[in-house]
């Protein structure tokens, strides 16, 4: 019915940068916040990014000032550009949506995963 699909990641060096993309599609009525999670080996799923309908937006600590979250509405799309990326950020990202469809009843709505890897 809803389905978010993930693209972006990648191996990267050490101070480079990615663009994460995340499509959602489907029966949509509204959209109420698009967000990005990760998990890396041994540890538990962390929020890192969260943008609202309204355009509010949030980060985790270690996120604010190097990642920035942003979205396009007519593609129903959102985005995180992350750069200065050090090894503490490899982890599978996943994207994140709480979706109402037109039974008006809003659902959460995860991602497949992306593997986003910094290495040299």
């Known amino acids: 019915q809803v389905q978010l699909v993930e693209s972006g990641g990648g191996l990267v060096q050490p101070g480079g940068s990615l663009r994460l993309s995340c499509a959602a599609s489907g029966s949509i009525f509204s959209i109420a916040s698009m967000g990005w999670y990760r998990q890396a080996p041994g540890k538990q799923r962390e929020l890192v990014a969260v943008i609202s309908n309204g355009g509010m937006t949030n980060y985790t600590v270690s996120a604010k000032g190097r990642f920035t979250i942003s979205r396009d509405m007519a593609k129903n799309t959102v985005y995180l550009q992350m750069n200065s990326l050090g090894s503490e950020d490899t982890a599978v990202y996943y994207c994140?949506?709480?979706?109402?469809?037109?039974?008006?009843?809003?659902?959460?709505?995860w991602g497949q995963g992306t593997q986003v890897t910094v290495s040299a």
């Open positions: 994140n949506a709480l979706i109402s469809d037109y039974t008006f009843r809003p659902s959460t709505y």
